[in-house]
């Protein structure tokens, strides 16, 4: 039987700061990366599922903060809303701008937002122990998302494949700011939810729900967004033998590799830290033109 101890906290002196970035979207092709419709729409599901996935976050982690006795770990997760409801509205500013293109990406969101409110949102009935066990679900669910968007903000940071296909630079900045972010806060989730519950058992139930379900969403956003592409109309559809070759390319993440990524979060002695590099993170954040104009403001 897996062990049920705790972690040692591997990061006692993180300090999250939300880093209020600001974009200018207007002169942003609908294709950002060149004659890649494909790479385009595939990372630009992130925009979908992002603004109310993050403002979900924040919610729960909101209703966790009663339940956390650590003050340093208080003080982490304040800094990890901070930053996911900054997140949040960069992100919305590119759907925003998606819109003004000819490309309506509602009818998706709808959706994801009756995902996030209705299925996996607060149960107003409840109260003691039950409304607590409801919040500590919802922790693991989060803990598990967030060791996949670590997993991508680390690749945004490696991708030298975007940068030789000329991407637009603001777009990669964005990616690589929130990238940096999550590789950053990686852990706040994982600890929030080892805090609140160490047993092994949870964390594998997140991620064997969340995992999933986070696979199914991005290949129906795929779909949508090739299929709501105004200058494509309907003519490319996707299929996983195109994501290998754009991910050989440097376009994409690698399905296998995120899918041994997903396995590591199994082993009974995983913590996230053992995922990407602070200090590389930390690196392009000093260097981010958003974040280093936002310092200045």
Request: glycine share 6%; charged share 25%.
């Amino acid at each position: 039987m897996p062990s049920t101890t705790p972690p040692p906290r591997i990061h006692d002196s993180l300090v999250l700061e939300p880093r209020d970035v600001q974009f200018d979207w207007s002169s942003l092709p609908l294709h950002w990366i060149p004659d890649e419709p494909f790479a385009t729409h595939t990372i630009n599901v992130l925009h979908l599922l992002l603004p109310e996935g993050e403002r979900w976050f924040v919610r729960v982690f909101s209703e966790a903060l009663p339940m956390i006795t650590d003050e340093q770990l208080r003080e982490e997760v304040l800094g990890f809303i901070g930053q996911e409801a900054i997140h949040a509205e960069a992100h919305q500013e590119v759907l925003d701008h998606l819109l003004r293109q000819g490309l309506d990406p509602r009818p998706y969101i709808r959706q994801i937002g009756w995902l996030f409110h209705r299925v996996l949102g607060d149960k107003p009935g409840l109260s003691g122990r039950r409304r607590r066990e409801n919040i500590i679900e919802r922790v693991a669910f989060v803990a598990a998302i967030e060791h996949f968007t670590a997993f991508l903000g680390n690749w945004a940071l490696n991708s030298p494949g975007l940068d030789r296909a000329q991407a637009d630079p603001t777009m990669l900045d964005l990616l690589r700011w929130h990238g940096a972010e999550e590789v950053e806060h990686r852990s706040v989730a994982y600890d929030l939810l080892v805090h609140l519950d160490p047993g092994y058992l949870r964390r594998m139930r997140g991620m064997l729900v969340s995992g999933p379900l986070l696979v199914h969403l991005w290949v129906r956003g795929v779909r949508f967004l090739l299929a709501a592409d105004p200058e494509l109309r309907g003519r490319i559809r996707p299929t996983w033998r195109d994501a290998q070759i754009q991910a050989r390319r440097g376009l994409l993440p690698d399905p296998r590799a995120m899918a041994r990524s997903a396995a590591r979060y199994f082993r009974p002695g995983y913590h996230p830290t053992q995922e990407g590099s602070s200090s590389q993170a930390l690196g392009y954040l000093a260097t981010s033109p958003a974040a280093r104009a936002a310092a200045t403001r």
